[in-house]
């Protein structure tokens, strides 16, 4: 079955700095991996989206994430945050079957 | 193109009341998922479409939730009788042809159960 874990719940970090927000997966078969933005009251966004061929996939407003399979991750960075980058991340895991699991979600705050 | 429609965008109730839910997907999309998103959790998947036949609905609790895509496009969904646990936000989305396409997701209905 498969699974998303994103340990950090919440992520702090000053303008301009620098980004990572973890993500793990587990899956017996071939997956696509996402990372979805939800900004408050307001549904979920596609940043970014891995199905195969180069591990570096890049997103929009800046972002990008790397497959690493031997790991199982697929974290997401970005190496200069904004105020408006503040909102809620979240991974997930799709394969064949479509179906579509997110993880717990990680809380990015930015400060000025 | 438009996107996923849902309505009502908030609903209050009692506990022990039923309420429903609607959806309308993307023109085309054969696949529709619903998810209960409590605060501060990641979306959980209830149901997931191909067309009209239930593809998973292995986190759906039977026993007071209800789905039906009746004619494969909208699709509502039901519960009946709510519980206090039942508050969250319902998210509908969904998904074009092809393998690892992108989920498109509606607004969400907040659910509140007093």
């Known amino acids: 079955a498969q699974s998303v874990t994103q340990l950090d719940s919440q992520v702090p970090v000053f303008e301009e700095a620098p980004v990572e927000l973890r993500c793990n997966y587990s899956s017996s078969v071939s997956v696509y991996l996402f990372w979805y933005v939800q900004y408050p009251n307001q549904g979920l966004q596609l940043l970014l989206k891995?199905?195969?061929?180069?591990?570096l996939v890049k997103g929009i407003n800046g972002f990008e994430a790397e497959f690493n399979k031997s790991q199982t991750s697929f974290h997401l960075r970005k190496p200069s945050v904004h105020i408006s980058d503040t909102a809620e991340y979240f991974c997930?895991?799709?394969?064949?079957?479509?179906?579509?699991?997110f993880g717990t979600g990680t809380r990015l705050q930015v400060f000025p | 193109e438009a996107g996923v429609a849902q309505s009502p965008r908030y609903k209050i109730i009692e506990k022990r009341q039923s309420v429903a839910f609607w959806c309308n997907p993307i023109s085309g999309h054969a696949t529709l998922y619903w998810y209960q998103q409590i605060l501060g959790q990641g979306p959980k998947l209830l149901i997931q479409?191909?067309?009209?036949?239930?593809?998973?609905d292995s986190q759906l609790p039977k026993d007071r939730f209800s789905a039906e895509r009746l004619k494969g496009v909208d699709s509502t969904l039901k519960i009946q009788p709510a519980k206090l646990e039942d508050s969250a936000v319902y998210l509908c989305a969904s998904m074009g042809p092809g393998a690892g396409t992108e989920a498109f997701f509606g607004q969400g209905t907040r659910l509140t159960v007093v």
């Open positions: 997930a895991v799709s394969d064949d079957t479509d179906k579509l699991i």
């Open positions: 479409f191909q067309n009209n036949g239930v593809v998973d």
């Open positions: 891995y199905l195969s061929g180069s591990t």
